[in-house]
């Protein structure tokens, strides 16, 4: 049995003892925050919390309790210069100068499906801290520049998975020890995939180089008869396209012209992911992993999946293969 710590720290020595107290840390706030979706209609903490987040969109409960359970378990830790979540305005800096790891995380993914029991997740990013910059130049780095992108999906299994650069590893949570057990060695995502994911409903105002690119999957451009998947929760719509392949695409609207998911905590670390599986994430037409972000809460276009598909859509939508 090998636990997540373990095979970070086995497969990273370089990333020294702070690293593992930020993985203790995020695996000590997953327990909490599946702990809490598992009996929250017990608890009473489905619904609305009544307030905005800085991004002007309606927090659920389980969204403050979630972001609480990430800030209390990784802001404690050694080894954490400043954490960013969604659900804060600012980034929150502990270990400034002495910390060498920022974390930038999602801390509940999908929360429109949190009351109907449906599929959601944390999202985690996590950036070194430049020696000779400021806490904001550290923050904002390329994607390329991550030591680790990861997730965690409460579903009928509580599932993690990470990469560091070198493959990517998925493990379950083991409610007998307690820890999350390597489960999926060297994940691979499929070259062509059976499903697109996409929220067809606004399908009229994406621009024609996407619209035309779906009408081809839908009829038979690539060679396959695709089925349609949305769950319109990002980490279950990627673990679905990492495990079964095909594509999930998030493409601008008329009403969010630059994309509607979240640069730091949503695309970054799913492309590294993708990437390290053997997929690809663009814009469309760029990689999202050398965009450099300009904010911390900046949106982002994002098309992720299988490399048949992928190129297939910088084909259509005159990005670069
Ligand atoms: O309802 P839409 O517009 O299809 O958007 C769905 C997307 O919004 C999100 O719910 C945004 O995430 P949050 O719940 O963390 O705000 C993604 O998980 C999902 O892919
Ligand atoms: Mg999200
Ligand atoms: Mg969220």
């Not at 909490?32 to 002007?56: D, F, P, T």
């Not at 305005?89 to 974390?103: C, L, R, S, T």
């Not at 279950?236 to 009403?255: I, Q």
Request: charged content about 20%; aromatic content about 8%; proline content about 4%.
């Amino acid at each position: 049995m090998i636990t997540f710590e373990e095979h970070v720290v086995r497969q990273h020595p370089e990333l020294g003892a702070e690293f593992g107290w930020v993985l203790s840390g995020l695996t000590l706030a997953s327990k909490k925050i599946e702990a809490q979706i598992r009996s929250a209609g017990l608890s009473g903490v489905y619904g609305a919390q009544g307030s905005e987040n800085v991004q002007g969109e309606a927090q659920q409960k389980l969204d403050v309790v979630a972001n609480d359970a990430m800030m209390e378990s990784l802001g404690s830790r050694a080894g954490v210069a400043a954490l960013v979540s969604e659900e804060d305005e600012a980034p929150v800096a502990f270990d400034a100068d002495g910390g060498k790891y920022i974390v930038i995380f999602d801390p509940l993914d999908g929360s429109s499906n949190i009351d109907v029991n449906v599929n959601v997740g944390t999202i985690f990013s996590v950036h070194r801290r430049l020696a000779d910059g400021s806490l904001d130049a550290s923050i904002l780095q390329e994607g390329t520049k991550q030591v680790m992108g990861g997730y965690v999906v409460y579903g009928p299994s509580t599932v993690l998975v990470y990469t560091a650069g070198d493959g990517v590893y998925g493990f379950t949570l083991d409610a007998a020890s307690g820890a999350f057990v390597l489960t999926n060695e060297a994940m691979v995502m499929p070259e062509q995939g059976p499903y697109y994911s996409v929220n067809e409903a606004n399908a009229v105002t994406w621009p024609e180089g996407f619209q035309a690119y779906v009408e081809m999957l839908r009829t038979g451009g690539l060679g396959i008869a695709y089925s349609s998947r949305y769950i319109g929760s990002l980490v279950a719509d990627f673990h679905r396209t990492l495990l079964k392949g095909g594509v999930f695409l998030y493409p601008p609207t008329k009403k969010q012209p630059g994309g509607k998911l979240r640069l730091l905590y949503e695309a970054n670390p799913l492309a590294f992911i993708a990437e390290q599986a053997g997929g690809m994430a663009t814009t469309g037409t760029d990689r999202i992993l050398e965009i450099q972000p300009g904010k911390i809460h900046q949106r982002t276009p994002f098309c992720v999946g299988s490399k048949r598909e992928m190129e297939a859509l910088q084909a259509a939508v005159g990005g670069k293969a």
